[in-house]
């Protein structure tokens, strides 16, 4: 079975049971998106890669 940590209390979430995923719970959910305001949940990126749009792998610098 897929197992992941919660992003949020780090405990294995069994991710095919679990409607909540990838967080273990409700709770954990509701207190990630607090933490991250009114966006949906997005993986965690090294902020440098968020600005611009259509970011590639070997984007060029203009
Ligand atoms: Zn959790």
């Not at 933490?35 to 792998?57: F, K, T």
């Amino acid at each position: 079975m897929l197992v992941r940590p919660c992003p949020q209390c780090r405990k294995p979430v069994p991710w095919e049971t679990t409607p909540t995923r990838p967080f273990c719970s409700e709770r954990c959910r509701t207190r990630d998106l607090g933490a991250w305001g009114s966006e949906a949940y997005r993986v965690p990126v090294d902020p440098a890669l968020e600005d611009g749009e259509g970011w590639s792998e070997a984007a060029p610098t203009s």
